[in-house]
C-alpha cells in the first residue's frame, strides 16, 4: 500500500507534538510488534466480517485499515489527534474502505457511542497513556455483553534490578515530555488487574514477538525512495532547529533502553491482552 501522506512543506518546528510530526511525515503506526502484532489481536479477538470494531486511539489508522480489509469488519477509529484523524480517512480513502471504515475525532474517556455498540474494542500503544481504572470503564461501557476488549501495549517485568530502574524511568521521562503524553507502563499481573477490575472475564495474555522488519518499513512508508526522503527530512528538521532536536531525541533514548541497551533490555515488552464482558 503506499502512503498516504505528502512530504510536510513548513511546519512550526516548535510546536509540533512528536505523533503529529510523525503523522505529517507519513508514519505508518507507532506500536510495538507492528504489522504481524495486528494481524494476532485481530485473531484473538475474532473479528470477521459481522464484527462492529472500535479502534480507540487509531493514529494514522494504518492497523485499523488493515483489519478491515483483511476482515471485511464494521470498523470505526477515533483518536484525540485531528492530524492523526486527517491521515487515517484519506487513507481509508486511498485503500476504497469508505463503506466499511470510519474515522473520527474522539478522546478515549469520553466516546461518542451509546453503550453496548459494539462486538469488539481494540487500543495498540494508547492505553499506557490513560488511567486505565477510568478509561477502561469507558471501553466496557461501550461493548455489547459477550463483546471484548484487546490490547497491544507496553508492560515492564515484575522485578527490575536496582541499578537498572533508573536508567528505564529517565528513559520514559524523557520520552513523556517529548510525546507531550503521560506514560505509565504496568506489569503483566497489573494489565491482568485492570482487565479484571473493569469485570472483564476469561482474560488471556501473550507476549508480543518483537522483530524489527526493515522491509516492513519500507513497504508501509511508500519504498524505498520515499524512505530515504523522510529519513533526509527528519535530519535536516533535527539538524536546523535546536529546540526541536532536544525535545525529540528522548525518543530514540527509549527504544535504545528498551530494545537495545544490554543492561536495560529485556525488562520490558509488549503483551496482548484480551478480555470478554460477561454475557
Ligand atoms: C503511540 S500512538 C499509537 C497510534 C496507533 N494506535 C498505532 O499503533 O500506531 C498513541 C495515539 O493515541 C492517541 N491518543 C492519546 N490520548 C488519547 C485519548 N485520550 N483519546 C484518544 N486518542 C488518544 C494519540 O493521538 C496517538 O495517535
Redesign the pocket.
Known amino acids: 500500500m503506499s502512503a498516504v501522506y505528502e512530504m510536510p512543506g513548513n511546519r512550526n518546528l516548535d510546536e509540533i507534538g512528536y ?1 503529529d510530526y510523525a ?1 505529517t511525515m507519513g508514519i ?4 510495538w510488534g507492528g504489522l504481524s502484532a495486528s494481524d494476532r489481536i485481530a485473531e484473538l479477538l475474532a473479528i470477521n466480517n459481522n464484527t462492529r470494531v472500535l ?6 489508522g ?2 485499523a485499515c488493515r483489519i478491515a480489509k483483511n476482515t471485511g469488519c464494521h470498523l470505526i477509529g ?4 485531528a492530524e ?1 484523524i486527517k491521515g487515517a480517512q484519506k487513507r481509508a480513502t486511498e485503500w476504497g474502505l469508505e463503506d466499511h471504515v470510519e474515522f473520527r475525532e ?4 469520553k466516546l461518542d457511542f451509546h453503550d453496548a455498540e459494539f462486538d469488539v474494542l481494540m ?4 492505553s499506557v ?2 488511567e486505565r481504572p477510568r478509561v477502561f470503564r469507558e471501553f466496557v461501557r461501550v461493548l455489547r455483553p459477550d463483546g471484548k476488549l484487546g490490547v497491544n501495549e507496553l508492560f515492564l517485568a515484575d522485578e527490575i534490578p536496582a541499578e537498572v530502574r533508573p536508567k528505564i524511568e529517565r528513559a520514559l521521562e524523557g520520552f513523556e515530555q517529548a ?1 507531550g ?1 503521560p506514560i505509565n507502563i504496568p506489569t503483566m499481573s497489573e494489565w491482568k488487574t485492570y482487565f479484571a477490575e473493569a469485570g472483564l472475564g476469561s482474560i488471556s495474555q501473550e507476549i508480543v514477538d518483537y522483530k524489527y522488519r526493515i522491509r516492513e518499513t519500507k513497504n508501509t512508508m511508500g519504498g524505498t525512495w520515499r524512505l530515504l526522503r523522510i529519513i533526509g527530512r527528519v535530519t535536516w528538521d533535527m539538524a536546523s532547529n535546536g529546540d526541536f532536536r532536544r525535545r525529540m531525541t528522548p525518543i530514540g533514548r527509549l527504544s535504545g533502553v528498551l530494545v537495545r541497551n544490554r543492561e536495560t533490555r529485556g525488562y520490558a515488552g509488549a503483551v496482548i491482552c484480551v478480555g470478554t464482558k460477561p454475557a
Do not use: K
Request: aromatic fraction near 22%; hydrophobic fraction near 45%.
Open positions: 505523533y503523522a505508518p503506526y507507532f506500536h479502534v480507540v486511539g487509531c493514529g494514522t494504518y492497523s477515533v483518536d484525540i489527534s492523526m474522539g478522546n478515549a474517556y487500543t495498540e500503544f494508547v497513556f490513560l510525546v503524553l
